[in-house]
Each structure stands twice: as structure tokens, then as C-alpha cells.
């Protein structure tokens, strides 16, 4: 029983009685203090292992049985860690901040609303991008969604976390359109046009009248979001692009510069990712099918990887969407655009409406197979990944990768690398792949992440979103008027959860007199 | 000296010693507090005219005097309200809501930095659509601005507020990235990458890490925005399109289920505003030319109107921007679109790079003239608009005008109403144009627009902006769980102006023990 995480102030005695109000309030089949449950609401992909242990967990069903148990988490000053389905692998996956939190899995709450006319939707925390696209596909509606790499997670989840996908719809935060939320005191709101009642609106505005909150909510621990507004895209009647490889690392300059503009410019609608050799071999692949070596792989590894996928050192998908007409005219603007910066390979690709589908993630199809990529090196396998946000500049993506590529083969890790345009930035997402059964490898992700932490700020680049371990750190960086942003977070957060039950250290922010002084 | 209008709990002797402590740190050249002072931030197009009088003005240059003037509010209590320009012309211009709030003014602040690369600003609030326009001009930058009808006002008030403009950038709010905020508190604070000290990207990445704070100043009283990132359009290539008249009042759903989903999937970037017969005969000329009856006009008159200007009950203008192949191919989507709803007349229209241009909204070219429009009755003119937010959904709106249209001939009232559209809701404008005067008319201004606003709440139409007025009106409609959203704004506004001084009453949000409880 020693072993059982404990909240701050907590003796195992208080948290059994906080137990068993849940399992009054909710029923013994929706709460879980094994240490089984504990086990399976940690972290998969742990950098450090003893970080962030829940002491337990429940399931509500319903947003009455959300508010019955914040009412209970207020009564005992027990902190919850609201997950929607718990997949934000690399980021912490269902583990919260802080050790002895108990975990509220939203995963049961799984209703889907639908607009067939204006392509709008109503998601809870637990619909998957699989529950969604099947919901489409059973009920014959004419829209994509826009997927994660990895889809079994829940379409909320990763919109309150930033995560992006692969069609013109893929920031998928930006597609966010009115929440239902449950504050930490238990009061229910309903943001945008849903402060209405009955509004019909609900999703079509995001604004509502006065200040707009629905972005308070995202990265945020300043309620329980218990539906989401979103906008899908029309299925388009064309799907048209290319595959473009590029032979050496400093073409990478040359692929910013010229599809920032098509992107800025709106030809590109889709947000594309530029990514290395490593891609396809770590998810098709493992290391010991290349190399032995430890270390970087050598550049003959590299070579041997590109020749046999016919790959470039570099390689990126453009797609367009909409109708067939307009793709065309499209298609040879962006062919043009490529062919002026001596591609290695374009290899075209065209969809149109009825024909047979390719299963992507352009095509907004839900799949889990990027998640290969953790067999890399063999062993139980993870991910973490570093990822600032850089400016659509050639010269300054160049110089942040070489830096960055440096210091991988100084830290001995295979490098997989991206550079994926927002609409006006670009986010450089650099994962770490590792084995937790390499101690040694292990003992070198710590270091080398903060390392990578420590030259970006140089150069001001700050991540976007990032694992538990380095919320704190993270937060840190932001630090503009001696962190005046984060103190301003800090006082909502005092206003909102005067108990601060919610989510302690989401994103770097506190409740009073816990964690940090990020300021300080 | 008894007119001086005094903020709650304010003695003339105190305001005087305000004024000093003003002009001590501004200087007397930046304090205003005579009688003709206080008229002149007045509201022009006052409906009540005792409502909204400030007591004076000041004009801080910096933010360092921004943060000085706060202070000194701080210590004496006394409100401020902040505009940038002052020129919110039919929602209350200068004016603020509580009478005896000193104005901020802060139109003297008048920087404008530019990105030419990534197409990214920052404008201080001074800086007005002329302004921004002149700066691209003059510097030779390939970018054009969105401008709203009348664009003397500030490119950041009108964001702040909502407003819309003409180009595929016309939803103003939404090119918002990045604020630098001064607190009620006093302290400066950047937000999105902004607070990662000398990031490069706080212009190119709107979100930052944790809660995303830019809509949290839009409508709002929680801070003094000093500095606003925004992005701006790539000239392009051509601008085709085509204005498009419809004959009868019941062509409204058809345009709308015809052209709503063209703007929903795409082949429209930018937001239609569909327009009734009166939009060009309130601005070209006066209604004594064309009788000299009382009431609403008569079907006689409309048609004398639509055969002069030779328009329909309704017109649209549709635009394409970008690569001319592309917008070629758009054009005839658009064309067979249109031509399948019958309509009266198809003007067609097109432009490229290196043509002469037309100067109007679509070019994104400052103008003034539509302003013309509240001389239509004579007198000192004026106008309100009543603008709920509808669904992209032609019955509902063709009901919602019906509706609307009976109630401006049952009050005697010239209609002139709008339905523009934004990617998934539609804003219906309803401008009330009036003559300061007229009392008869005048007395009818308020009742009426009640009286939309009651009907309107009763579909669950609420709306996105309103004048200083309804405020408390528009805010009370927002009810959902007994107005909790409008209580959390309340919580929020008392945690960061703990002392009430920034903006009272700015969208309904009052600070602690001061104005009504719109939940009560």
C-alpha cells in the first residue's frame, strides 16, 4: 500500500474515503484504485519513469456525472486530470503532471451530433477519429474529417491539444466552434453562440458577443470541455497532387521558400509537412534490419535507406481539394513551383469523386500506422518529441536544422525531422525515438531534450505543446515581462479553481501555493 | 459646472483632481476636460441622447504612458474607457457606456511595423485603414488590406470590435495574431509567441503554448491592447467576379442555399454580402427626391428606385482573388451557379495585376462614402444596426427578413437590410437610419429596436455586436444556464480590475457592485 501515489497532504486513508465518495457518486464500475488501474493510466511512453503516477481513476458518463465529481474533487481538494481518450502519446498519453492526481477518463462519453447542411458537428471527449468517420460513413454525409497520424485518439482531445492533420481542415484547433464546458467550481457554461440558449448557431459563429473563450479551454486547465463545436470539410469532387523528393539537405531552403508562398498566397489550402529519409523506414523497417552501430546512422545507412524506399534526403506532399477544374489550373501553378527547384522526383496523384480511394491521411482517412515508428530501435518502444515554432523562412529553417541535425549525431540518436507549414509558421517537430529497455538511450533523452530546448530559445523559437515532464520548463521559456503571460494565467487559474482541483501544472500553470514559480 | 458628468461616487473637486494628476503625467496637451472636450468624444448617432457622456479624454502616445494613466485610474478609481480611433459609428463612436468614464483616446499611437516577407503587421490603435494603406503604398508592398465600409476608423478597433471587410481576409478578427495588452492592473502583457521574449514568430503562429488569449481582448474590457499582429493578403494575381441582381424578396433563399455552400466548400475565400434596393439610393441620393410620404416607403417608390439604379430587390457581389487560371475555373462554378436561380442581371467583372483598379472594398481600398447613407432622411443623420447572427440556411433567413421586413413598415421605417455571409453563419444587418431631427422618429428608434431584438431571441437569433444602448440588453440574451457564461466573464473581470476602472458596461461586463446583474 506504500506504493500508492498520494497528492499533496494526502494519507492513503483520505484517499480511499475520496474513493468511495466517487464510487457513490458515480458506481464502482466507473472508478478504478487498483494498482492494475494505476498502471494503465500511465504514461506509455515515459521519458522519466517515476514522473507523473495517477493514483487512480474514474469514468463519468454523462457532463452530471463530470459535475458530481468535480463537486466531490472540491469537498476532498483532490486534483483530476481530465483525458478525453487518453492517446496524446509523446505528450504524456493519459498520465497527469502531477503524482497522486486521479485521472477523469471521458472516454464513455461518446455522442455524435451532426448538421448534414452546413457540415458542423457536436463531438464528446470520447469519439475517436475512427467513431467519427464510421458516423459519416453509416449515415452516408458527404464530409471528410481531418486525421492524426495516429486516429484512435479522441477528435477533442487533440484539437484541445493543437494536433493538426493533413487536409486543408488539419489545424484542427482552428476548426473548433463553441464548447460545453464544466468550470472547476461545477458551473456549466456553454461558449459562443451556446451562451444562447437554444441558439441554432451554436456552431456556425464562434464568437458569440463579447470576449471569445473558446481558446482559453485548449492547452488549458480551466474546465472540463464536454462538447465540442467543429467544422467539417465538404468532400471535395477532386483530390489532386505530388510527391516531391529532394536529393540534398540544403534543398530544404529552397522547398520553404517556394511553398511558403503558395501557401500564403492560398493556391496550397493544405498545411504540408517536409520530412526526412527516416520516415518511411522507421515505420516500415527497424534499425537492426540496417545497422548494428550504435550512434547516428552513418551516411551510408542513409544512402542505403533512400535508395531502397527511392526516397530524397528530404520529401514533401502537396495536395489540392475541391473541384476538379480549379485543381487543375492549380496543379500546374504548384508543378511549375516545384519544377523550378530541381526536384529529385514528383510523382503525381488525382482523385475524383467516386473513384476508388486511397486510405491516407489526405484523404482524411483514420489510420494508426505512422505508430510503427516506435519499433525503430526494437524493445518496448517511444516517442517524445521537440517541436518549435519557426517563421516560413528558408535561411532560418536551414540553420535551425543543421543545428538541430548536429546535435542529434552528437547525442548519437537517429535523426526523423519535420517542418510542417501552419498557414504563417512553420512547426519544427523533432522526434526522439527510443527503447525502454536501453538504459543507456534512456539516460540520454532528458539531457538531450533540454539541450534542444536550451538552443532554441537562443534563436527564440518556443514549443508549441510538449510532454509533462517539460510543461514547467517549457512555460519558462515564455517569459516576456518576466513571465507576465503565465502570471496572468495564474490569476485566472486562482479565480476560476479557487481549489485548485483541476489539472495542476497543465501547460505550467498552478494553482496557488503548488508547483513552480515559473517567474520566480 | 453641474454638467460635468461624474462617475459614480465622483465629486467635480475629485475629477478636477484627477485632471491634474492626468496632465502631470501626460502633459496638459493630452488632457481634455472642457465642455466642448467632452462633446467631442460624444456619440454621433446617439439613439438616447443623455446615455453615454464622458466626463474627458486623454491621449497617452506610449505604452509607457498608457501604463501611467492606468496607475493614476487605479489610485483615484476612476474609469476609463479605451478607443482607438473612435470612429465605432453606430455602436456607440467615441462614447463610453458609463457616463463619467474618462475616454482613453489613443488614435496618437500610430506605429505600423511590416514583415514584407510573411505578409505580417503590427499596428498600434491609432493606426486607421488609410493609414495602413498609404504605409503599403508608399513602401511599394505587395499585400493588400480588407477595409470596411467606412475606413477612417483604426484597423485594430475595428478587429477588436468585429468588424468585416470585403476580401478573403474580411473577417478581421480572425487575422488577429498576436496582442501586446496593457492590464487594468497596469502590467504589459504579449500574448501567443509574443511572450517568449524576442520570438520571431509572434506575428506567425497565433496560439503560443497554454490558453489562447487574443479573442479574450476582443469585445472586452480586460486590458488596453497597445499593439495588434495581423496578417495581411498577397496582392494577387487577378480578381474576377461578378455582381448579380435578383428581382423578388423571396429570391433571398435561393441565393442563400446557392451560395452558401460555394462558401462553405471553398470556391468562395471571401464573404458575400447580399443587399436589398436601398444600399445605392441611400448613399447617391436623399429620400425628398424621391417623396415626400411619411412611413415605410411604397412598393411605387421601390420600384422607381430599383429602375434607376436598375437593380433587384436584392443583389450580391461575388469575387475570386488569386492565380488567374485558377480564378478562370472558379468563375464558371460561380457563373453556372447563379445563372441556375434566375437571376435578373449578371454584371460581370475582372481585373489583372498591372490594370488600372477600381477603388472599393473588393480592392481593398479605403473609402468613406458609404457613410453618405445617414443623410438619407435629412436633419443630422445617424444610423443603428441590429445584427443577429443567422445559419447559412435560406428558409430560416427568408423567414427571419419576412419577419423583419413587416416590423420596419409596422414602425414606418426605410428598410435597409444585409445577409453577409462568413464561412459557416450569416450576419444579418439591419440599419436603422434615423434624423437627429425628427423627435417623432427619434422617440420610435428605441421601442423598435427592442423590439427586433425580442423577436429575434424568441428563433434564437442573438447578436454579434451592438450599440453601447443594448449592451445589457444583448448581453441578457446570452442565458444559457442562467447566463453562465456572462457570470464567468464577471468572475474573470473581477480578478484583473479588482479596483472596476477599465471600460464598465463594455458588452454587458461590469465590474463588482456596479451595474446590473444580468442574471438577477
Redesign the interface.
Known amino acids: 500500500m506504500a506504493d500508492i501515489p498520494l497528492p499533496p497532504g494526502f494519507t492513503v486513508q483520505k484517499l480511499a474515503e475520496v474513493q468511495r465518495a466517487f464510487e457513490s457518486a458515480l458506481g464502482a464500475d466507473q472508478v478504478f484504485f487498483t494498482p492494475l488501474d494505476r498502471a494503465s493510466y500511465n504514461d506509455k511512453f515515459w521519458v522519466d519513469p517515476v514522473g507523473h503516477n495517477p493514483s487512480g481513476a474514474i469514468a463519468p458518463e454523462s457532463v452530471e456525472q463530470v459535475q458530481a465529481a468535480i463537486k466531490i474533487a472540491n469537498q476532498y481538494k483532490i486534483p483530476l486530470w481530465p483525458i478525453s481518450r487518453g492517446k496524446n502519446l509523446g505528450y504524456g498519453g493519459s498520465a497527469p503532471v502531477l503524482s497522486g492526481t486521479v485521472v477523469m477518463d471521458l472516454s464513455r462519453m461518446k455522442k455524435i451530433e451532426f448538421d448534414p447542411?452546413?457540415?458542423?458537428a457536436v463531438v464528446e471527449p470520447g469519439v475517436s477519429f475512427y467513431d467519427l468517420y464510421d458516423y459519416l460513413k453509416a449515415n452516408n454525409l458527404p464530409y471528410w474529417i481531418s486525421t492524426p497520424g495516429n486516429s484512435w485518439g479522441s477528435v477533442m482531445g487533440n484539437a484541445l491539444d493543437?494536433g493538426v492533420g493533413y487536409t486543408?481542415y488539419g489545424e484542427h484547433?482552428k476548426r473548433i466552434?463553441g464548447l460545453e464546458v464544466v468550470?472547476p467550481t461545477g458551473?456549466?457554461?456553454?461558449?459562443g453562440?451556446?451562451?444562447?440558449?437554444?441558439?441554432?448557431?451554436w456552431?456556425?459563429?464562434p464568437?458569440?458577443?463579447?470576449?471569445?473563450?473558446?481558446?482559453?479551454?485548449?492547452?488549458?486547465n480551466?474546465g472540463v470541455v464536454t462538447k465540442m463545436g467543429m467544422?467539417l470539410m465538404?468532400e471535395?469532387e477532386s483530390l489532386m497532387g505530388m510527391d516531391v523528393e529532394f536529393d540534398r539537405p540544403e534543398d530544404l531552403k529552397a522547398m520553404i521558400d517556394t511553398i511558403?508562398?503558395l501557401r500564403?498566397?492560398?493556391?496550397l489550402?493544405q498545411s504540408p509537412s517536409i520530412g526526412n529519409w527516416l520516415r518511411a523506414a522507421a515505420v516500415l523497417t527497424t534499425r537492426d534490419e540496417w545497422t548494428d552501430k550504435p550512434g547516428a546512422l552513418g551516411e551510408d545507412v542513409i544512402d542505403a535507406i533512400r535508395k531502397r524506399f527511392n526516397i530524397g534526403w528530404w520529401g514533401v506532399s502537396l495536395r489540392l481539394?475541391?473541384?476538379e477544374?480549379?485543381n487543375?489550373?492549380?496543379y500546374?501553378?504548384l508543378e511549375d513551383a516545384m519544377k523550378s527547384i530541381n526536384p529529385m522526383l514528383i510523382k503525381p496523384t488525382s482523385w475524383v469523386r467516386g473513384e476508388p480511394i486511397e486510405h491516407t491521411g489526405w484523404t482524411g482517412t483514420p489510420i494508426t500506422f505512422p505508430m510503427q515508428n516506435v519499433n525503430w530501435y526494437g524493445g518496448r518502444g517511444g516517442h517524445v518529441g521537440f517541436s518549435p515554432?519557426?517563421?516560413?523562412?528558408g535561411d532560418?529553417a536551414l540553420a535551425q536544422f543543421k543545428r538541430t541535425y548536429a546535435r542529434y549525431q552528437e547525442w548519437g540518436m537517429d535523426y526523423q525531422g519535420s517542418f510542417a507549414f501552419?498557414?504563417?509558421?512553420l512547426t519544427n517537430v523533432n522526434a526522439m525515438i527510443f527503447n525502454h529497455d536501453d538504459p543507456e538511450m534512456m539516460a540520454k533523452v532528458d539531457p538531450f531534450f533540454r539541450q534542444l530546448v536550451a538552443d532554441a530559445k537562443e534563436h527564440?523559437?518556443?514549443?508549441?505543446?510538449?510532454h509533462l515532464d517539460y510543461m514547467d520548463l517549457?512555460?519558462a521559456?515564455?517569459?516576456?515581462?518576466n513571465h507576465?503571460?503565465?502570471?496572468?494565467?495564474q490569476?485566472?487559474k486562482?479565480?476560476?479553481d479557487p481549489n485548485g482541483i483541476l489539472a495542476p501544472g497543465k501547460?505550467?500553470?498552478w494553482p496557488s501555493g503548488m508547483g513552480p514559480r515559473t517567474d520566480a
Open positions: 447542411e452546413t457540415g458542423t493543437r486543408p484547433t466552434n468550470l458551473e456549466l457554461v456553454r461558449t453562440m451556446g451562451a444562447f440558449t437554444g441558439a441554432p448557431t456552431q456556425a459563429y464568437f458569440g458577443f463579447g470576449p471569445g473563450w473558446d481558446q482559453m479551454f485548449v492547452q488549458s480551466f467544422w465538404p471535395p511558403g508562398p500564403r498566397e492560398g493556391v489550402q481539394y475541391g473541384r477544374s480549379v487543375k489550373a492549380s500546374r501553378i515554432i519557426l517563421k516560413q523562412d532560418a501552419g498557414e504563417r509558421h527564440g523559437y518556443g514549443e508549441y505543446r510538449t517549457v512555460a521559456t515564455y517569459d516576456f515581462n507576465a503571460l503565465w502570471r496572468l494565467n490569476t485566472v486562482d479565480a476560476l501547460s505550467g500553470i
